[in-house]
């Protein structure tokens, strides 16, 4: 009876917990990768609405960390891919009571906007992101460019970072989206 | 299981308190937080999991029926009840408690003022917004009719006159016609984003309180210059205003303190949440630790008790030689004790009456061996008549195989009828003393005695009987002597007078007599005279076998003596052929005695002869093997009449004959020669083959 009930106890929990992971509410389009002459460049545009949860905070002043995460991969047929290059970039959302702005920092740089949907429009747009050095991939070599949007619960106050345990309302993230690639040719090739 | 429980109880404190720290603001174990709380779940979960494992087990052993389990069980639940209660009272309060206390951190007056303060902060901007959008319709108003060159000098004017930071006049396409600033450093002022030019164009207005990095904040205001000819484009002016430093930090500062309240108020469900899952665990692992103790103690408990119940089936199983350990010194220690001691007093009991049983085997089986070397027959019988117990002399006498009428009553037995009878009819009498009875089994005398058994040992009846055949035959013998010997003096006495009166008569008369008187007292005194002399051979004889003298034994040889004897009777009729076995040991004997029983025997057969054709004795001598060092047997077989069948029997008696003269003493004497000298003598007809008959008598002497 007790071994059954803990059965189900268990069952119950792991039904749950999966539940909340699969909450994907960015969807992202146009994503691509360009090799330029010394450099790969990452583009990409992230569309998402904030729960009504995550609105209710932000209004209320509470910052919102997002990620943007790049990862390249080199695909190995006889082992786990090797990871040549991760970046990261961090992007806060704030909102300014005061003159009722919504401002989009990154680093030491802001932009205000006076809606909501500006603000996300852009901060979900990539554009230009110089991800790696050119002269770090090899010539003529298949490579995995690997790159999402997500909420940092990790930054949010830690009241809310136990919310975000339990409940989808606070997960907010993107899939891997995977733009396989060949490099090119080594540069001093190219006339 | 002690040291798992130690193990998980540890690491679940340290988490704990790490858990604690994590939940008090300290960054070192902030971004470590959710890993902290999955750790303190996980030992909680295998705490639970040992628990619930202790109760499998003790359910297992209680189904199993271990002794000391329900104890166990018992003791479980008692601390488990002390642990569980306060444990789940502190946790409720605690909880209420908290709810209650981060409840009323919240306020509506405080929510309201605070509220109120970053509304005042804004109505003041839109206030001075508004005022500049006022002062920018006056300045448009004023440079709707300025054109060209003096645009800028206008502007510089206006600026002044309505004392705003920056004035900036643009075309519809955003480019800059020209500016003015009231500090001459900065010579390119904030350019307004394309979208608040768009919304100038399309509303006749753009206002907008801007945030500047940390702190400081911008009022912009577009408003289009209307011209007064239709030819001429719509100008824009913009003019911003950087609002009061002081105003600003203060604004700011209310906002942030809004902010930090608002979030407070947002996270306080997790905060309470935190406090409450903190609590949660801290109480799961509290609790499970203390069961998972509680059940370590209650085995420690009863522990002794089990140990106490294997010595106590050992017991029972009859193995005395389990001591059960003393662990403790307080009260199961001392039953433990004591119960050692009892088990000790049992063993020693045990082996006392051991003891006493092998001492009471042993005594059986010297009365049972007495009893089966006992000469005499004896039955048992219960109160039931039934018969029990034999011994083996019994079946010897009775000549019949008793075993199997063991547990039979007397009355059903198919054998041995008089006995049976002799039993039964003694058996109804109820007789509680001691009876005797002598029956006749054919030609053997057999006495019994009977006697019943006291009713304490449960009753029943013991007889006891012999064969007397041999005593009888031996008083028979005595009482024959004696009379012999009377007889003898009594029959003697008086011929000696008889034959001298008969004497004396011839002598005194056989002168006066002639002729046939003469002749006639001559023959009546010679008859007298023999007759008496044949009476008192007669008498003699009869003494002779009453008064036979006690051997005198000494060793000799068999066969010299029966070569002497035989010699005697070398007659031309007869054939006495004579077998001797050579090398014969010598016997023990009275060679007059002996030489007279072969005489008689000789004389008996030489009788049988008498008128048979061809006569012929057969004497034979031979060494015959035997347990006291063998005998030496002496064989004298004739061919003559042989004894008439109806007294073969008792031809051993005196005056038992089939002779017309003779004693009838011959074989009497024999039988007694023999007796003296502890030998044997048979008789028997030989068996009839041909028509010729005959005796063979045989005589076994032991050797010395």
New interface residues.
């Given amino acids: 009876m007790l071994r059954r009930s803990l059965l189900l106890l268990t069952f119950v929990a792991i039904v749950v917990i999966s539940g909340d992971l699969i909450a994907t509410v960015i969807k992202a389009n146009n994503v691509s990768v360009e090799q330029s002459e010394n450099a790969l460049v990452v583009e990409g545009d992230f569309r998402f609405e904030l729960s009504p949860r995550l609105e209710e905070a932000l209004n209320h002043g509470v910052p919102l960390y997002f990620t943007v995460e790049f990862e390249l991969l080199r695909p190995r047929w006889y082992w786990f891919d090797e990871k040549v290059a991760s970046e990261t970039r961090t992007l806060r959302l704030a909102y300014h009571t005061l003159s009722r702005q919504y401002r989009v920092s990154r680093g030491a740089l802001y932009q205000n906007f006076p809606t909501l949907e500006e603000a996300l429009r852009t901060l979900g747009t990539v554009r230009g992101w110089i991800v790696v050095e050119g002269d770090r991939l090899s010539p003529e070599e298949g490579y995995v460019a690997m790159l999402r949007l997500r909420l940092d619960t990790a930054q949010l106050p830690k009241p809310f970072q136990v919310s975000a345990l339990t409940s989808s309302e606070w997960v907010l993230a993107s899939d891997w989206v995977r733009v396989p690639f060949r490099s090119k040719a080594s540069g001093s090739a190219i006339p | 299981m002690t040291y798992v429980l130690i193990t998980s109880a540890a690491l679940g404190g340290i988490l704990l308190f790490l858990l604690a720290a994590a939940?008090a603001?300290t960054p070192l174990f902030?971004?470590h937080?959710?890993l902290l709380?999955a750790l303190n779940a996980a030992i909680s979960t295998a705490l639970l999991a040992l628990v619930?494992y202790q109760?499998v087990v003790l359910a297992r052993q209680r189904r199993a029926k271990v002794f000391g389990s329900l104890l166990t069980f018992r003791l479980l639940v008692m601390f488990a009840i002390i642990a569980v209660l306060p444990g789940a009272l502190v946790y409720t309060v605690s909880v209420q408690f908290l709810a209650k206390s981060i409840e009323s951190w919240f306020d509506v007056r405080v929510d309201k003022a605070l509220e109120g303060g970053?509304s005042l902060?804004?109505a003041a901007?839109e206030a001075m917004l508004s005022d500049l959008v006022r002062k920018a319709d006056s300045m448009a108003l004023d440079l709707s009719g300025v054109k060209g060159p003096q645009q800028t000098k206008a502007l510089g004017r206006l600026r002044e006159q309505a004392g705003v930071d920056d004035a900036l006049l643009l075309t519809p396409g955003g480019s800059v016609l020209s500016s003015a600033s009231r500090e001459a450093a900065t010579l390119v002022p904030s350019m307004p984003p394309a979208k608040a030019l768009r919304q100038a164009r399309s509303t006749r207005s753009y206002t907008?309180?801007?945030?500047q990095?940390d702190h400081g904040?911008l009022l912009r205001v577009i408003v289009p210059v209307d011209s007064l000819s239709l030819s001429e484009e719509t100008r824009l002016l913009q003019i911003t205003n950087s609002v009061p430093q002081s105003l600003a930090d203060q604004?700011?500062s209310v906002?942030?303190v809004?902010?930090?309240y608002?979030?407070l108020?947002?996270?306080?469900?997790?905060?309470r949440?935190?406090y409450i899952?903190t609590l949660t665990l801290t109480l799961l692992l509290a609790l499970f630790s203390a069961i998972a103790l509680a059940f370590l103690l209650s085995r420690k408990l009863s522990q002794p008790l089990a140990v106490l119940a294997e010595g106590t089936q050992a017991v029972a199983r009859g193995d005395f030689s389990r001591r059960a350990k003393v662990t403790s010194r307080d009260e199961l220690g001392v039953l433990t004790q004591s119960f050692n001691s009892m088990t000790e007093q049992l063993d020693e009991a045990r082996s006392t009456a051991e003891a006493n049983h092998r001492q009471l085997e042993i005594a059986k089986g010297y009365l049972e061996n007495l009893l089966a070397n006992l000469s005499a027959g004896v039955l048992v019988f219960d109160s039931a008549h039934v018969l029990r117990m034999i011994n083996h002399a019994a079946g010897n006498i009775l000549q019949e195989n008793l075993e199997m009428l063991l547990g039979t009553r007397p009355g059903s037995w198919t054998k041995l009828s008089e006995v049976a009878e002799t039993l039964c009819e003694q058996f109804s009498k109820q007789l509680a003393g001691v009876w005797q009875r002598q029956i006749e089994l054919g030609d053997r005398v057999i006495v019994l005695r009977g006697s019943a058994l006291p009713a304490t040992t449960g009753g029943g009846d013991v007889v006891v009987f012999d064969d007397i055949t041999q005593l009888i035959a031996a008083q028979r013998a005595t009482a024959w002597s004696e009379v012999a010997r009377r007889l003898a003096h009594e029959i003697k006495n008086p011929l000696t007078p008889i034959q001298l009166s008969a004497e004396r008569l011839q002598a005194k008369l056989a002168s006066r007599l002639t002729g046939e008187d003469a002749l006639a007292l001559h023959r009546s005194t010679q008859t007298i005279v023999a007759q008496v002399n044949a009476m008192k051979n007669m008498v003699d004889d009869f003494r002779e076998y009453a008064r036979t003298p006690s051997p005198a034994l000494e060793p000799l040889n068999i066969n010299d003596l029966l070569g002497e004897v035989l010699a005697l009777y070398e007659q031309s009729d007869l054939v006495v052929r004579a077998q001797f076995e050579t090398g014969l040991p010598a016997v023990l004997g009275d060679r007059n005695q002996l030489r007279q029983v072969v005489h008689n025997l000789l004389q008996n057969s030489l009788d049988a002869l008498a008128g048979i054709p061809a006569p012929h004795i057969e004497v034979s001598t031979s060494f015959v093997a035997g347990p006291a060092g063998g005998q030496v047997r002496l064989m004298i077989s004739d061919n003559g009449t042989g004894f008439p069948e109806a007294i073969i029997q008792r031809v051993f008696e005196p005056y038992v004959t089939t002779k017309n003269k003779g004693t009838g003493l011959g074989l009497a004497i024999v039988k007694k020669i023999v007796d003296e000298h502890h030998g044997n003598i048979t008789i028997a007809n030989r068996p009839d083959h041909g028509g010729e008959r005959g005796a063979t008598v045989s005589i076994s002497l032991p050797l010395p």
Wanted: hydrophobic content about 35%.
């Fill in positions: 939940s603001n902030a971004e937080y959710p709380l619930v109760l970053v902060g804004r901007l907008a309180i801007e945030p990095g904040m604004s700011e906002q942030s809004y902010h930090a608002k979030e108020s947002l996270s306080r469900h997790g905060l949440n935190i899952l």
